[in-house]
């Protein structure tokens, strides 16, 4: 049988994630409320890694797995993407998305996260 996601090491990661839930939630409706003709692109990805990081925060916290595979693998594809395309070209994205730059205005925090995420997951699968 697989150990729950939200046991040990998984309470710091429910923990992170729901750090980062909260962070790109505040972060994305300050940006869409106040300055969402500025970049709107940007924002709404923004939006779109906090509904993200909700979904993984929630999946994990109650070990619903076959969920946070899914929104973890997301969130990888979606900061390796992002954070490629504002590398190659930054005038696409007039102002920092969550994931821009692979997570840069985050310590690179999104980068990681999600290959800690699915490591976890695979581990606590084998156990």
Do not use: C, H
Not at 96 to 116: H, K, M, Q
């Amino acid at each position: 049988m697989a150990e729950p996601t939200n046991t040990g090491f998984g309470r710091v990661l429910v923990a992170v994630y729901a750090t980062f839930a909260l962070a790109a939630t505040a972060r994305a409706a300050v940006q869409l409320a106040s300055r969402y003709d500025e970049a709107p692109l940007a924002y709404l990805l923004s939006a779109l890694a906090a509904v993200v990081y909700v979904v993984a925060t929630i999946a994990l916290a109650r070990s619903a797995r076959a969920a946070a595979v899914a929104a973890v693998t997301f969130e990888l594809i979606g900061v390796l993407a992002i954070g490629t395309l504002s590398v190659l070209d930054p005038t696409a994205f007039p102002d920092e998305t969550v994931w821009s730059d692979y997570g840069r205005g985050y310590a690179f925090i999104p980068l990681v996260l999600p290959v800690v995420g699915l490591y976890w997951l695979r581990k606590t699968t084998r156990s």
